[in-house]
């Protein structure tokens, strides 16, 4: 790079910085700004302004590893991908306008300026978005593991009667995984009663609802009936309007309801007792 321009942003780094964080500000969709303290704020933006300078300065290996810690940071921090592009996008811009402001640009420089910054920041954006990329995936990879592993168990909480509490969207891969857990513990519990709960599964559709009838289907196989708890009211109401059957299940609206209905088919009650 241009040592004149290196050398620029090497000096001018704290006025940049503080621009670029103005800029970044003015944002509409900028959450980030909006919900962190000010210290964690100019932390970040003082990681950003090194992660720029490492990518100069400094060796390709201190830079990436820079660059992986960075994008750690901001994953953790809820930044989208297209905050981080539009926030690499004002730091060239706002180098550019502080150049221009001092007079580093001229009819004559501004052209192969032009070509200089771009041929830098061009391959630090995508440097970084692929870093950003990579540790996106793999929280999320993460994230659906740890899902699948706490909403996919069945409980046995009475005598004969167990409850999968589900949590999440589900797809094809978690419809198999629900469905191998559920025959497994009806078998190993002994169950006569399963109360599929889909309280915490935010959308059900047309997929969810044939996942949710093929398990259902699989526990009357192995002897056992299956209830369906916590539809809420707009649950309720986009079943209606899919046209989806659900006449073979035992519906409530609530986990309380469900439960005593369990009992009643178990031939037990809850009974109040006098003290």
């Not at 730091?91 to 402001?101: A, G």
């Amino acid at each position: 790079m241009n040592k004149q321009i290196e050398s620029y942003i090497h000096d001018n780094i704290d006025e940049i910085l503080e621009k670029w964080k103005i800029k970044m500000e003015d944002e509409e969709d900028d959450r980030f700004f909006q919900i962190m303290s000010d210290k964690v704020i100019d932390n970040i933006v003082r990681e950003f302004g090194e992660l720029m300078i490492s990518s100069l300065t400094e060796s390709k290996e201190t830079y990436m590893e820079k660059l992986n810690d960075f994008a750690v940071q901001v994953v953790r921090y809820g930044w989208s991908i297209s905050f981080v592009l539009k926030a690499l996008t004002n730091f060239s811009e706002v180098i550019y306008e502080k150049m221009d402001e001092v007079g580093y640009l001229n009819d004559r420089s501004i052209k192969s300026h032009r070509e200089i910054l771009t041929n830098w920041i061009t391959p630090l954006n995508h440097s970084i978005v692929d870093a950003y990329s990579k540790v996106w995936e793999k929280t999320v990879h993460l994230q659906k593991i740890a899902l699948q592993e706490l909403s996919a168990s069945l409980i046995p909480v009475f005598d004969k009667i167990s409850v999968m509490p589900l949590v999440g969207t589900i797809d094809t891969e978690r419809a198999k995984l629900i469905m191998e857990n559920l025959l497994q513990g009806v078998v190993k519990h002994r169950a006569e009663v399963v109360l599929l709960d889909i309280t915490g599964v935010p959308v059900v559709d047309t997929m969810v609802a044939h996942h949710i009838i093929q398990a259902a289907d699989a526990v009357r196989l192995v002897g056992a009936k299956c209830m369906l708890v916590g539809i809420r009211p707009e649950i309720a109401q986009t079943i209606v309007t899919l046209g989806i059957n659900l006449n073979d299940f035992t519906t409530t609206s609530t986990m309380q309801r469900g439960m005593e209905q369990a009992l009643a088919l178990t031939n037990r009650a809850i009974v109040e007792v006098n003290s």
